[in-house]
């Protein structure tokens, strides 16, 4: 069923636009056919598709890396950004952005390009990465690191404050645009390339479905069913940093959906296993993210809204009234 309306949902979001497309006619484009319209297919096949494709890719990589943080960190409130990885992206990019404003020829990326900003989110959010994985080799407290991890979020936000306040208003207003979030902006290289990263965070992920079953009964469990806790912790900070990291590099940071999505799909299903949770959350997270860059794109008008609102104001009420229907969540 989810299969099903991932289909829908995509053949949904590929049909409506600024551009009035019939939905006929977008089956047809799919299936090889010929159109009433020249223009039509172009648009879909160079604008609409790698826009749709990008919305499941990001959809499905931030709903599974929120399922590995809820599950390493036993916190409901956990999502894919609390190890600081967006942060660093969030600080490379606005050091790019904006620092290059402050301190003229230092940096000597072109600012009109996206792979500029690709690039220095990807290098912020690996180094972030790298000084967590250090950190978690001498920590062994989980708690204690997702508050180091939320520590790094508040240190790369005061530096971007800074930044903020001594730059100049277009730079500013660059970085606030590239903040928003933005699914159509990747070329057929720029997809593939996402696409490999989250494949690698999926494989990742797949590897650690039995240390994930084993820490929702504690980490001392865990150790008496043979895993190994220090291994299976940088396996899974491994998976969610690629996942994490590669979409906030490419599409920028996008909200709520690596948050709620897991909680969602454990009130569908009524389970904790992960082998049914990783192949849903990803579904699901596709078909939600998918149905919000549907209505941001505001279907006959030439406006698009950001993502990250949309995503939160769609999808927050929805898991607000799941919750309050089934009264408690699982966990």
């Given at each position: ?35 009433q319209n ?8 160079n604008?609409r ?20 943080m ?9 999502g ?49 990465l ?24 508040s ?8 930044l ?24 057929g290289?720029?997809?593939?390339l ?25 980490e001392?469990y ?49 389970t ?6 990783i ?21 006959t ?12 104001i ?11 229907k089934?009264?408690k969540?699982?966990?």
């Amino acid at each position: 069923m989810l299969l099903v309306a991932v289909v829908i949902s995509t053949l949904a979001n590929v049909s409506l636009g600024s551009v009035n497309i019939p939905f006929k006619e977008t089956v047809k484009v799919f299936l090889s056919q010929s159109v009433q319209n020249e223009t039509w297919e172009y648009i879909i096949w160079n604008y609409r598709i790698p826009k749709t494709i990008t919305a499941l890719l990001v959809g499905g990589g931030l709903a599974l890396s929120g399922l590995l943080m809820q599950t390493l960190f036993q916190n409901p409130l956990a999502g894919p950004f609390v190890l600081g990885v967006s942060s660093g992206a969030s600080l490379g990019v606005a050091l790019l952005i904006m620092g290059s404003s402050l301190i003229s020829g230092l940096f000597m990326f072109d600012l009109a390009n996206d792979y500029s900003l690709a690039i220095m989110a990807s290098v912020g959010s690996f180094l972030v990465l790298m000084i967590v994985m250090l950190i978690a080799a001498r920590v062994k407290d989980t708690m204690a690191l997702l508050i180091i991890g939320l520590m790094f979020g508040s240190i790369t936000a005061a530096v971007v404050s800074i930044l903020s306040y001594f730059t100049k208003a277009e730079n500013l207003q660059q970085y606030i645009y590239w903040s928003f979030g933005s699914l159509g902006n990747l070329d057929g290289k720029q997809i593939a390339l996402l696409m490999l990263f989250i494949l690698f965070g999926l494989v990742l992920s797949i590897i650690a479905i039995k240390p994930l079953n084993a820490f929702l009964l504690g980490e001392n469990y865990a150790q008496s069913m043979g895993v190994n806790i220090k291994k299976s912790r940088y396996l899974i900070i491994i998976a969610t940093g690629l996942l994490a990291g590669s979409i906030t590099a490419f599409a920028g940071p996008i909200a709520f959906i690596g948050l709620a999505v897991p909680h969602l799909t454990r009130q569908v299903f009524k389970t904790s296993d992960h082998k049914i949770l990783i192949p849903a959350v990803l579904l699901v997270g596709a078909i939600l993210m998918v149905l919000c860059d549907t209505v941001a794109q505001l279907p006959t008008s030439v406006n698009v809204l950001p993502i990250n609102a949309i995503t939160s104001i769609i999808g927050a009420p929805v898991v607000i009234w799941l919750l309050v229907k089934k009264r408690k969540m699982i966990f």
